[in-house]
């Protein structure tokens, strides 16, 4: 059960900061792991704009989710430095390893796309449960996951 | 007691420096583990430095295995070892730039402001309270100063645009949603020497009237939140922030606010939008942000490196920073060296030196140890330029004459095994993903151009470019085309099916 009175104190506080909505999406993401589908409501009345609204910015926006990740999160870069450095033999590596496609979840795993971490100098890099790795190959992966997210 | 700097960078913890830090400080003997900035130097990282009578000696990249052999070698002393790069000052990559902008990085530790204060910080914030706004912006109109964020419009123009718009409330916003594949300058910045950033804005804010900033930071720069906040924090405590600026009468202060994820939020007008709490769709310009911006009022929107390089313009004066540079690009850039290079990190250097120079003397040459095949400058929008290429100067008119864009110094090196009509298929994929929907030649031409690519079909992606150029809303769909066409047009047997 999500837990409503706590999300209406998120929604309070940041429905008086000014174009706060993002921030207060953060803050509820941080609090209950996603945005429950619960709270849409709750925004909608606070920020005073339409269910719509609120739903336009979840969706349009690669950070929010409306279910929770995996038990096992892991982010890797996409973007050209890190393909420049086997990124795409990585990525299909990982995703074996995983069990599932870059872009999906399921309650164990979750495994998403990131343009960029800004670490272009030690590419490639990706983030096991938020934790960012560099010069990553398939092997140091089996390792690092097997260490922090137990495949 | 020994002094040892360890970077506190994203970087160098990715490549294990916290736990090089605790090692370190486990140490017995008498150490003070300072957690400094980065110098840039990030093939070397984590880079650890030893305080010596010899001045900071260093060793790099570091592991926590190899700390037992730089014990048992004395490095606590500065004595030699495999890992010695000897006094970092002297360390050619770092010695043969020109730091302006950067001057602190890596010397200080981030969150000290008295380190701030004994490097220069805050004389050209004292400098401008004595100052006019219109004498501030002549000074950085003299600079020759533009924007580094990848657009290079005069950024004493568009602060003189905002100063003369009447209106009860002002917003300078700073952009740093560092999206670019390649470019890490913002984040090293912002880890490394925040204080200049939150000088910079002040000034901006002193420049325009305004009295509100804000910092728009991309969601996967964790640490750069919490350095900023810190450092918001620590400068809001001793006057510098506030609503009396060192016991002036002016006002300024700063927020940091989170992006989502959303590539084309580093778009200035889609950026107003988040800011705003809503989706990040470009506006139609104009109005400019200068007289219809943030909520509506006039804004300054500037780069990470555009305000950074503010503090030493005033401080020692635009004509100063105006004599490094060439043509019409005055001062320095910070160049970023990534993908697949074998000594990358940031190398700040006046504007001039050529592609090839940049690549061979610092980054010296590929990590694979093959031949380089293509290098894309200024991110996912820039061009692919081959070897042929390299004597291009590093210069914002030339890049632009060549047909390629120098954007926010971003270099991303592409050896031999790089196909290159997967990378100019990934350009329309990206600009698919990241689109944000609002104009047809962006939302709908990206995904037909991948296809055509996939078919081979180049006349019409050709003539999709053309469209794509001509008729988006944004650079995001108008520069798209750019990284396609030069791809096509260095590497045609990539296409050939």
Not at chain 1, 127 to 140: T, Y
Request: aromatic share 8%; glycine share 10%.
């Amino acid at each position: 059960m999500v837990d409503l009175n706590k999300a209406q104190e998120i929604v309070d506080h940041y429905s008086q900061v000014e174009g706060g909505l993002l921030e207060c999406l953060h803050g509820l993401q941080q609090a209950f792991g996603y945005v429950p589908k619960e709270t849409i409501d709750i925004m909608a009345d606070g920020f005073n704009i339409s269910r719509a609204e609120v739903h336009g910015v979840i969706s349009y926006y690669h950070d929010f989710r409306l279910k929770p990740y995996g038990r096992t999160v892991v982010r890797i870069c996409q973007a050209e430095a890190c393909q420049a450095m086997g990124s795409r033999a990585l990525s299909a590596h990982v995703a074996k390893k995983m069990g599932i496609d870059v872009g999906k979840s399921n309650e164990e795993y979750t495994l998403e796309a990131v343009y960029c971490f800004g670490n272009c100098a030690l590419s490639p890099n990706l983030e096991i449960n938020g934790k960012l790795h560099a010069r990553v190959d398939q092997d140091n992966f089996d390792e690092l996951i097997k260490k922090e997210g137990a495949v | 007691m020994i002094k040892v700097y360890i970077p506190r960078d994203t970087a160098a913890i990715s490549m294990g420096a916290d736990d090089v830090a605790k090692a370190i400080a486990s140490l017995p003997e008498d150490i003070h583990v300072i957690r400094n900035g980065t110098w840039g130097m990030t093939y070397l990282e984590p880079l650890v430095e030893v305080e010596t009578q010899k001045g900071r000696i260093a060793y790099g990249p570091v592991q926590v295995s190899d700390i037992p052999s730089l014990y048992k070698a004395g490095f606590l002393d500065g004595a030699d070892h495999e890992l010695c790069q000897g006094p970092t000052a002297e360390i050619d990559y770092l010695k043969n730039q020109e730091r302006l902008t950067f001057a602190r990085c890596g010397l200080v530790d981030p969150l000290s402001i008295d380190d701030y204060i004994k490097n220069g910080g805050f004389q050209g914030l004292k400098r401008a309270l004595k100052l006019s706004e219109k004498n501030i912006i002549d000074d950085v109109m003299t600079s020759g100063l533009r924007g580094r964020g990848g657009a290079a419009f005069p950024t004493g123009i568009k602060w003189n645009t905002v100063l003369e718009t009447e209106a009860d409330q002002k917003y300078i916003c700073c952009n740093a949603d560092e999206g670019d594949s390649g470019t890490f300058s913002d984040r090293i910045l912002m880890e490394s020497d925040p204080f200049c950033l939150i000088e910079g804005m002040i000034i901006a804010g002193l420049a325009v009237k305004a009295t509100k900033g804000y910092i728009y930071l991309r969601s996967e720069y964790p640490l750069c939140k919490v350095v900023l906040n810190d450092a918001i924090r620590t400068a809001k405590a001793q006057n510098y922030l506030g609503s009396s600026i060192c016991d002036s009468d002016k006002e300024f202060d700063i927020e940091v606010r989170i992006g989502a994820g959303s590539y084309v939020c580093g778009e200035e007008t889609a950026m107003l939008e988040s800011l705003e709490g809503k989706r990040g769709m470009v506006r139609a310009k104009p109005p400019l942000p200068a007289h219809v911006g943030l909520f509506g009022k006039p804004t300054v929107i500037n780069n990470v490196l555009s305000l950074a390089s503010i503090p030493i313009i005033l401080a020692k004066g635009g004509e100063y920073y105006k004599d490094f540079g060439i043509g019409r690009s005055r001062g320095t850039i910070a160049f970023q060296l990534a993908g697949n290079v074998k000594r990358g990190g940031l190398v700040e250097k006046a504007f001039g030196i050529t592609l090839g120079d940049m690549i061979d003397r610092y980054g010296g040459g590929t990590y694979s140890g093959k031949n380089i095949k293509a290098v894309q400058v200024g991110g996912p929008l820039g061009a692919y330029i081959p070897p042929e290429n390299f004597d291009l100067p590093l210069d914002y008119e030339a890049f632009s004459e060549a047909g390629a864009v120098l954007g926010h110094g971003g270099i991303v090196i592409f050896d031999e095994t790089a196909d290159m009509k997967e990378q100019a298929k990934f350009a329309f994929d990206f600009c698919a993903i990241e689109s944000c929907g609002k104009c047809t030649p962006c939302r709908i031409g990206s995904t037909r151009g991948s296809e055509q690519i996939e078919k081979g079909n180049l006349e019409l992606t050709e003539e999709l470019c053309d469209l794509m150029d001509t008729s988006s809303l944004c650079a995001m769909g108008g520069m798209t085309p750019i990284p396609v066409k030069s791809a096509m047009k260095h590497w045609p047997k990539d296409f050939e099916n």
